[in-house]
């Protein structure tokens, strides 16, 4: 009998069955699913993906080993550590990434004295920027404050108060207390009053933000609303004014005019100048 006979029968037979008896039909249908499912489920075992769909795959025993690689290359100078750390970054780990950031970055300049490596605004900017598309509040809070503050050198408004109001927005962020980070706050703050930012003006916002950075003494904020209070537009001030008066420290009118006794209310909340509070955080957080 020849192939061609023998394939002919085998069509034959298949059409038959299939019209004629259901449980033929089902497991045909059934089976290669069956098989697709299995070789999956052994894909998956033998891959062992380590995250969810869509979301960082680090895990918090990486992380624990990343921030210890972190204060080892920072603290300690150790160059093996800032070696596996880098090797981890350059190889996608967001969290790695993360802290490279924070080793690059100049404002933990004096966190990281015995850094390998010089700061460096930009190489920041590049390890942190996909943590911060992922959503890790400490990467969104390097971007916003080196694209925002003009002294880094990488000043880009609209990008940076677009991190600045993911950052502020974040909801691990206000959990873990990363909205401390006053000096970040102040630039956010100007956002709202600033026609380039691409957000809309909302001199309140930006009023409440400014004076929770007074109340928390840094000394730009201080000498900004005080020094330079005649220099901030009428409506700032007349926020600021509001924003006094309900804190209990103001109790003239709102508006919008510069006097001394708006000076003498933002020195008191201030502290009349004491000394600067710490940053909260030992450590750059995720």
């Given at each position: 009998m020849s192939g061609a006979t023998i394939g002919t029968d085998r069509l034959r037979a298949h059409a038959t069955l299939w019209y004629a008896d259901a449980r033929y039909r089902l497991a045909w249908l059934v089976l290669p699913q069956a098989a697709v499912a299995l070789l999956a489920g052994l894909a998956l075992a033998l891959l062992k993906p380590a995250?969810?769909?869509?979301?960082?795959?680090?895990?918090?025993?990486?992380?624990?080993?990343?921030l210890d690689l972190l204060d080892k290359a920072g603290k300690d100078g150790d160059r093996a550590a800032f070696e596996k750390l880098r090797t981890a970054a350059e190889a996608g780990?967001?969290?790695?990434?993360?802290?490279?950031?924070?080793?690059?970055?100049?404002?933990w300049a004096a966190v990281y004295a015995k850094n390998p490596v010089k700061p460096d605004a930009a190489k920041a900017l590049t390890y942190y920027q996909k943590p911060a598309d992922l959503g890790f509040p400490g990467a969104q809070r390097g971007m916003t404050e080196l694209l925002l503050d003009p002294a880094r050198g990488q000043h880009d408004l609209k990008r940076g108060c677009r991190y600045g109001?993911?950052?502020?927005?974040?909801?691990?962020?206000?959990?873990?207390?990363?909205?401390?980070?006053?000096?970040?706050l102040?630039?956010?703050?100007?956002?709202?009053?600033?026609?380039?930012s691409g957000v809309p003006r909302d001199p309140q916002k930006a009023a409440d933000l400014y004076m929770d950075t007074v109340a928390a003494?840094?000394?730009?904020?201080v000498t900004a609303f005080t020094d330079e209070l005649g220099r901030q537009p009428p409506d700032l001030v007349a926020a600021i004014q509001r924003d006094l008066a309900k804190r209990g420290f103001y109790t003239g009118?709102?508006?919008?005019?510069?006097?001394?006794?708006?000076?003498?209310?933002?020195q008191a909340l201030?502290?009349?100048?004491?000394?600067?509070?710490?940053r909260p955080a030992a450590t750059p957080q995720l």
């Open positions: 995250g969810e769909w869509g979301k960082p795959a680090d895990s918090k025993e990486n992380e624990k080993l990343y780990d967001v969290s790695a990434r993360s802290f490279m950031g924070a080793l690059y970055n100049p404002e109001l993911a950052f502020q927005a974040n909801p691990v962020a206000a959990r873990n207390n990363y909205l401390d980070s006053w000096s970040t102040y630039w956010i703050a100007g956002c709202y009053t600033d026609a380039g003494k840094l000394p730009r904020a009118p709102a508006d919008g005019t510069a006097t001394p006794q708006t000076r003498a209310a933002v201030a502290g009349r100048g004491a000394g600067p509070r710490p």
